[in-house]
């Protein structure tokens, strides 16, 4: 069956801009979550959704960086005013529900320029 | 200190060799543990999980001291395509999200 989707793949922005990154989990997963991976360094945890609400949003950065689940399933990442720091690949990953194996989708690759 | 901790390597191995990995925790409080594999630009798998009896699949063996807050993976007759940086991870009781390393990076040579 589908894995989690993400998109876009790649996304180039300057300094300042609004960028939204979206997902897309394993149909019928009501867990969701969010992940930033700087080169050389192992994922680290941003958000989780369990459903439609934001369970832990315990590793978000700032208050510039923001996620909805609007309807359960497809999430969206939003980052605004971004800086050179936020360049990263932007993980999402769904399990079946909680303490349920993790499954990533692909990633965004962000470059703040 | 970080939560999770592994020597990022790189470990260059022979074809065929056993190599093994560690990486200890600080959270007393971790409840479960995995190996997740990663290849060059792909996203992170599952590649088993540890339990405290320890546990095998094929040429992977892991095993978890709570004692010493230390999980190892070894690798036995390595192949080629073992080639991976292999991503310790914890996850703490009462928690969902999954605490990484950095990561070993293993090269399997010819």
């Known amino acids: 069956g589908a894995g989690v989707s993400q998109t876009p793949s790649n996304k180039v922005t300057e300094k300042g801009k609004y960028v939204e990154l979206r997902c897309d989990p394993i149909?019928?997963?009501?867990?969701l979550y969010w992940y930033r991976q700087s080169l050389g360094q192992g994922p680290e945890f941003l958000i989780y959704?369990?459903?439609?609400?934001?369970?832990?949003d315990s590793g978000l950065p700032n208050d510039r960086f923001f996620a909805v689940r609007p309807e359960g399933s497809v999430s969206t990442l939003k980052i605004q005013r971004t800086e050179r720091g936020d360049s990263a690949v932007y993980l999402c990953?769904?399990?079946?529900?909680?303490?349920?194996?993790?499954?990533f989708g692909p990633g965004t690759r962000l470059l703040v320029l | 200190r970080k939560e999770v901790e592994q020597d990022p390597g790189p470990f260059n191995v022979p074809e065929g060799a056993t190599v093994a990995f560690n990486c200890t925790y600080s959270?007393?409080?971790?409840?479960?543990f995995f190996w997740y594999r990663q290849d060059c630009r792909k996203e992170p798998k599952l590649l088993m999980s540890?339990?405290?009896s320890g546990n095998e699949d094929g040429r992977f063996t892991a095993q978890l001291n709570r004692a010493s807050q230390y999980i190892s993976l070894l690798i036995r007759d390595s192949k080629l395509s073992d080639s991976a940086t292999y991503l310790c991870?914890?996850?703490?009781?009462?928690?969902?999200?999954?605490?990484f390393g950095t990561g070993t990076r293993l090269t399997i040579i010819p």
């Open positions: 149909s019928g997963h009501t867990a």
């Open positions: 540890v339990y405290s």
């Open positions: 990953a769904s399990s079946q529900g909680t303490k349920e194996t993790q499954y």
């Open positions: 991870v914890v996850r703490v009781f009462g928690n969902e999200k999954l605490t």
């Open positions: 959270n007393s409080a971790s409840q479960s």
């Open positions: 959704f369990q459903g439609t609400g934001a369970a832990d």
